[in-house]
């Protein structure tokens, strides 16, 4: 079975100082990894996948599969960046079709 | 395009009635999930339709929980005779007819809470 953890539930970061929100997963297959964000009253929306090695909004994702990790970084916080950050793992399902699971949620908040 | 639409927003309901959540994918959409999110927990996969078809219900309790997605209309998420432990939020996902695997992006609702007393 497939498992997300985000350890950290809450997260202060000053303006302008690096972030970094850890997540590790469990999987025996091959892991598709995303992350997911959901800014305040709004709907939850994909920030990145790491298939397709973006960088959105200054903000990126390296899959580590020695450490079974994807951690969501960016060098330089800004205020709009609070929000809640959700990593997620996709896998086939038995029955052909993508099934996401979703870790508990990163509360970030960056302090001016 | 609306981006996919939940109703209602927060549904209250006393223990043993019953709760039906709607969800109207986007247009052209033609997947549709459903996850809940229990209190201090991440989204869980409940149910995986198609039209007319439910796909994959492993993420479904076994009692009381049902989902439909008719060929007209919204998908229903019902839930009959509810326990405070049915407390939640529920989110939908919409995602169109997909090339293969991982290729498509899903889409969320703004979710429906539902407070159970």
């Known amino acids: 079975a497939q498992r997300v953890t985000q350890p950290e539930k809450l997260l202060s970061v000053f303006k302008g100082a690096p972030v970094e929100l850890k997540c590790n997963y469990s999987y025996s297959g091959s892991p598709e990894l995303f992350w997911y964000v959901q800014y305040s009253r709004q709907r939850l929306q994909l920030l990145l996948r790491?298939?397709s090695r973006e960088s959105i909004k200054g903000f990126t994702a390296d899959l580590n599969k020695g450490e079974t990790s994807f951690h969501l970084k960016k060098p330089f916080a800004q205020e709009e960046d609070s929000a809640m950050y959700y990593c997620?793992?996709?896998?086939?399902?038995?029955?052909?079709?993508?099934?996401?699971?979703f870790g508990t949620g990163t509360r970030l908040t960056i302090i001016p | 395009n609306a981006g996919v639409m939940q109703n209602p927003r927060h549904l209250v309901r006393r223990r043993g009635q019953e709760a039906r959540l709607r969800c109207s994918p986007m247009?052209?959409?033609?997947?549709v999930y459903w996850y809940r999110q229990l209190p201090e927990e991440g989204l869980k996969f409940m149910v995986y339709?198609?039209?007319?078809?439910?796909?994959?219900e492993s993420g479904m309790p076994k009692e009381r929980f049902s989902a439909e997605f008719p060929k007209e209309g919204p998908s229903i998420l019902r839930i009959q005779q509810v326990v405070r432990g049915d407390s939640a939020a529920y989110f939908c996902a919409s995602s169109p007819p997909s090339r293969g695997p991982m290729n498509t992006e899903a889409f969320f609702g703004q979710g429906t809470r539902l407070t159970v007393v």
């Open positions: 997620a793992l996709g896998a086939i399902s038995n029955f052909g079709n993508e099934k996401l699971t």
């Open positions: 339709l198609q039209k007319e078809n439910i796909i994959d």
């Open positions: 247009k052209g959409h033609s997947h």
């Open positions: 790491h298939i």
